[in-house]
């Protein structure tokens, strides 16, 4: 008589276990987002807004910054052009000069990739404002950003065949 009482309470458990209640598991159909081509580009519409006077204005002010560094760059570049045809030996004296005149050259075109940075920093922040950036936008600080990028390579290909010719 014990033999089955103990054998109905370990199988009374087990039976109370298969009325839970039912829970459907997940498809393993293929979802959406697996029938898209990962080797495809995403094509995402821009968005158009006016272009604001705020951007436009700092626009300007980021141009007029880095024509200003080109305009202090080309006063010093003559100074410093002789100074690195007079350069004699490294360490000598005309060497030593050629060498502030490189550095006061650097010092002067400061404002040019200072305001290729903040034309970058603009871009960014629209981003960050609105989610995105309106056509005109992107074209007008694209545009601002050849600008100031064409003025700072041709004055570090200027910088560059100067330390050649010192030979520092």
């Known amino acids: 008589m014990k033999c089955p009482v103990l054998l109905v309470a370990m199988l009374l458990p087990l039976v109370g276990a298969c009325s839970a209640p039912k829970i459907s598991p997940p498809s393993l159909a293929p979802r959406a987002a697996e029938a898209i081509d990962p080797r495809l580009p995403v094509e995402r519409a821009l968005v158009e807004r006016r272009l604001s006077g705020s951007v436009t204005a700092r626009i300007a002010d980021y141009l007029a910054a880095a024509r200003a560094g080109e305009a202090a760059f080309r006063a010093m570049l003559g100074p410093a052009q002789r100074a690195a045809a007079a350069a004699g030996p490294a360490q000598s004296e005309s060497w030593i000069s050629a060498q502030q005149s490189l550095s006061a050259l650097e010092a002067a075109r400061a404002a040019t990739p200072m305001a290729l940075s903040d034309i970058d920093a603009l871009a960014a922040a629209a981003v960050k404002a609105s989610g995105g950036i309106g056509t005109s936008e992107l074209a007008a600080i694209q545009a601002a950003a050849r600008e100031a ?17 010192i030979g520092s």
């Open 149 to 165: 990028a064409a003025i700072d390579q041709a004055q570090r290909r200027e910088i560059d065949a100067l330390n050649a010719r």
